[in-house]
């Protein structure tokens, strides 16, 4: 059977790059084939995208050496509107291709332009609605309204819609909860097994291999260091890189990195204090009757599904939302006392769409606006960005001052964003997803960085890494529908059984998190361990656990 896509030994450089961004790659997609390709941050996995949907060298100005053909055809000799016929791409960022004024517009744009019946466009947008499970109020929603994940998906639904040959996803599950991040995967797994083809791109490989790859192609610095079949990937792939099953994990015990949570400390006053709040945007509430007082000194997690409210119970510490009913308090004050320049020294905010906090020409020029601006000493500016880049892990990447901000790969972009809150010497720092599009080394290695710094004393982070939060937390909160359905350490969490649901269950009632290997690993051991293993250091206990004899 004819390839749908082919890449034959393709170098790209692109014009602003002193070395090739991928040298050599081979790759062949075939109708029926769902295809992992995985790799580190920068490795390449997005140049190969853009070479599989024409975006290069029709879009990005580059050097193409090789051969790139799609339907049989050489994408230099197609525009980008014929490949996209074939190919049908899902971007990290999902912000860019969401352009309609509600969900149900965005998602028959593209049938729109390709001049369908009305009739045919909305039993499309139906048909893929009921797939992905999304309901008639989120149908009707506006998309300026949605959340990240809101975005990825409904991002997603659109290139369903349009039923191209060969979808491509990048990092497709870096803003979606467990649950919808199963839809998304169980939708591309349909779509292969009905006769199409898929190539996602992603490093949570842990949530991929239930939809069984057929290959993996693993890129590390531009290269192909491997080509096969899942289970040789398993064995021989960088658990540092990649997040790993945890199956594997014990597996492959003798391999892993060591990860060392945060030293405990004691929480102190209340920082950030919810009385009975109804909070959101203009008239409209997102959150309500939230009562909880978070305090300065603590690392806490706050997890739920999409759409949950999860963002907007921290944008009230930013003062990015508005207290409808209630009050809510920053270390004492009333958050309508506060001046902006006050709460950006006493909370830094790293955004989900990093591009909120971007918009200078340099990257010299966004890490020193703030320091500037809140009048720090001539060097002060000059050496308070260098310590930030190097916390986030980009101050080794070449020229990184002088590049344009939105060059740079979206993750990224991420860890710059966070650099810049850095910059502000906050004593509290808001991460929303802050290892969403990160591979395991990168995320490791900031927030290794991020909870190792002085004079950070607290730390709230959002996220649907789940493991993720278990250990790296002293305190869990989970949001649902609006509203805060529990509060407690991670082990109390994980004990709470009736929070949790497994696959594949949608989850009723409180059962609003998705249960995984890890989780139930946690169970079995000792209730007196309140503190949770990181997951190489559980894996490695119970890996010697079963080696033992008996």
Same mark, same amino acid.
């Given at each position: 059977?004819?390839?749908?896509?082919?890449?034959?030994?393709?170098?790209?450089?692109?014009?602003?790059?002193?070395?090739?961004?991928?040298?050599?790659?081979?790759?062949?997609?075939?109708?029926?084939?769902?295809?992992?390709?995985?790799?580190?941050?920068?490795?390449?996995?997005?140049?190969?995208?853009?070479?599989?949907?024409?975006?290069?060298?029709h879009a990005y100005r580059a050097e193409?050496?090789?051969?790139?053909?799609?339907?049989?055809?050489?994408?230099?000799?197609?525009?980008?509107?014929?490949?996209?016929?074939?190919?049908?791409?899902?971007?990290?960022?999902?912000?860019?291709?969401?352009?309609?004024?509600?969900?149900?517009?965005?998602?028959?744009?593209?049938?729109?332009?390709?001049?369908?019946?009305?009739?045919?466009?909305?039993?499309?947008?139906?048909?893929?609605?009921?797939?992905?499970?999304?309901?008639?109020?989120?149908?009707?929603?506006?998309?300026?309204?949605?959340?990240?994940?809101?975005?990825?998906?409904?991002?997603?639904?659109?290139?369903?819609?349009?039923?191209?040959?060969?979808?491509?996803?990048?990092?497709?599950?870096?803003?979606?909860?467990?649950d919808a991040a199963?839809?998304?995967?169980?939708?591309?797994?349909?779509?292969?097994?009905?006769?199409?083809?898929?190539?996602?791109?992603?490093?949570?490989?842990?949530?991929?291999?239930?939809?069984?790859?057929?290959?993996?192609?693993?890129?590390?610095?531009?290269?192909?260091?491997?080509?096969?079949?899942?289970?040789?990937?398993?064995?021989?792939?960088?658990?540092?890189?990649?997040?790993?099953?945890?199956?594997?994990?014990?597996?492959?015990?003798?391999?892993?990195?060591?990860?060392?949570?945060?030293? %405990?400390? @004691? *929480?102190?006053?209340?920082?950030?204090?919810? =009385?009975?709040?109804? !909070? /959101?945007?203009?008239?409209?509430?997102? +959150?309500?009757?939230?009562?909880?007082?978070?305090?300065?000194?603590?690392?806490?997690?706050?997890?739920?599904?999409?759409?949950?409210?999860?963002?907007?119970?921290?944008?009230?510490?930013?003062?990015?939302?508005?207290?409808?009913?209630?009050?809510?308090?920053?270390?004492?004050?009333?958050?309508?006392?506060?001046?902006?320049?006050?709460?950006?020294?006493?909370?830094?905010?790293?955004?989900?769409?990093?591009?909120?906090?971007?918009?200078?020409?340099?990257?010299?020029?966004?890490?020193?606006?703030?320091?500037?601006?809140?009048?720090?000493?001539?060097?002060?500016?000059?050496?308070? %960005?260098? @310590? *930030?880049?190097?916390?986030?892990?980009?101050? =080794?990447?070449?020229? !990184? /001052?002088?590049?344009?901000?939105?060059? +740079?790969?979206?993750?990224?972009?991420?860890?710059?964003?966070?650099?810049?809150?850095?910059?502000?010497?906050?004593?509290?720092?808001?991460?929303?997803?802050?290892?969403?599009?990160?591979?395991?080394?990168?995320?490791?290695?900031?927030?290794?960085?991020?909870?190792?710094?002085?004079?950070?004393?607290?730390?709230?982070?959002?996220?649907?890494?789940?493991?993720?939060?278990?250990?790296?937390?002293?305190?869990?909160?989970?949001?649902?529908?609006?509203?805060?359905?529990?509060?407690?350490?991670?082990?109390?969490?994980?004990?709470?059984?009736?929070?949790?649901?497994?696959?594949?269950? %949608?989850?009723?009632?409180?059962?609003?998190?998705?249960?995984?290997?890890?989780?139930?690993?946690?169970?079995?051991?000792?209730?007196?361990?309140?503190?949770?293993?990181?997951?190489?250091?559980?894996?490695?206990?119970?890996?010697?656990?079963?080696?033992?004899?008996?």
């Open positions: 059977m004819s390839a749908l896509a082919t890449l034959r030994d393709v170098t790209v450089t692109y014009r602003t790059a002193n070395r090739p961004a991928i040298t050599g790659v081979n790759l062949a997609v075939h109708p029926g084939e769902l295809i992992l390709i995985a790799g580190p941050s920068g490795c390449g996995k997005s140049t190969v995208m853009r070479a599989l949907n024409g975006l290069v060298p193409v050496t090789g051969s790139i053909q799609v339907d049989g055809t050489d994408t230099t000799t197609s525009t980008i509107r014929d490949i996209a016929h074939t190919v049908g791409t899902l971007l990290q960022n999902p912000a860019k291709q969401v352009v309609g004024h509600s969900v149900l517009a965005d998602i028959a744009f593209g049938l729109e332009n390709r001049g369908l019946p009305a009739a045919q466009i909305l039993d499309r947008v139906h048909d893929v609605a009921d797939a992905l499970q999304i309901g008639s109020a989120l149908l009707d929603a506006a998309t300026h309204e949605l959340s990240g994940g809101q975005l990825q998906l409904v991002a997603f639904a659109g290139i369903l819609a349009l039923q191209p040959k060969l979808i491509i996803a990048d990092e497709p599950l870096a803003n979606l909860d467990p199963d839809q998304v995967l169980r939708a591309l797994r349909r779509h292969v097994d009905n006769g199409g083809a898929a190539v996602v791109i992603e490093h949570r490989v842990d949530d991929v291999v239930p939809i069984a790859p057929d290959r993996v192609l693993y890129l590390d610095n531009g290269l192909t260091t491997y080509t096969g079949d899942l289970a040789g990937f398993l064995r021989t792939a960088d658990p540092g890189t990649v997040k790993l099953p945890f199956d594997a994990l014990i597996a492959r015990a003798a391999d892993l990195p060591t990860q060392r949570p945060a030293t %405990p400390v @004691e *929480a102190g006053f209340s920082l950030l204090r919810y =009385d009975g709040a109804t !909070i /959101g945007y203009g008239s409209a509430p997102i +959150l309500s009757d939230i009562d909880a007082d978070l305090l300065a000194g603590q690392h806490i997690a706050v997890l739920g599904r999409n759409g949950a409210g999860k963002s907007t119970l921290l944008r009230a510490a930013v003062g990015l939302v508005q207290v409808l009913e209630g009050r809510v308090t920053l270390a004492g004050r009333e958050m309508a006392d506060y001046r902006a320049t006050e709460l950006t020294a006493l909370c830094g905010y790293l955004f989900q769409n990093p591009a909120q906090a971007l918009f200078a020409g340099t990257v010299d020029d966004e890490l020193a606006f703030g320091p500037r601006n809140l009048g720090f000493e001539d060097a002060e500016i000059r050496t308070v %960005p260098a @310590e *930030a880049l190097a916390a986030v892990g980009l101050s =080794d990447v070449h020229d !990184i /001052g002088g590049r344009a901000p939105r060059t +740079l790969s979206f993750g990224e972009q991420r860890r710059l964003a966070l650099a810049l809150a850095l910059t502000l010497r906050p004593r509290t720092l808001i991460l929303d997803e802050p290892t969403a599009g990160q591979d395991e080394r990168s995320a490791t290695h900031f927030l290794d960085a991020i909870w190792a710094l002085p004079d950070i004393e607290s730390i709230y982070f959002i996220t649907h890494d789940i493991d993720l939060a278990l250990w790296r937390s002293d305190r869990v909160i989970v949001v649902d529908d609006g509203r805060l359905v529990a509060d407690g350490t991670p082990r109390q969490i994980v004990d709470d059984t009736t929070l949790w649901h497994a696959e594949p269950d %949608p989850g009723t009632g409180r059962a609003v998190l998705r249960e995984t290997a890890y989780v139930r690993a946690v169970r079995s051991i000792s209730p007196l361990e309140e503190r949770i293993p990181p997951p190489h250091e559980l894996a490695r206990q119970l890996s010697r656990s079963t080696a033992a004899p008996r």
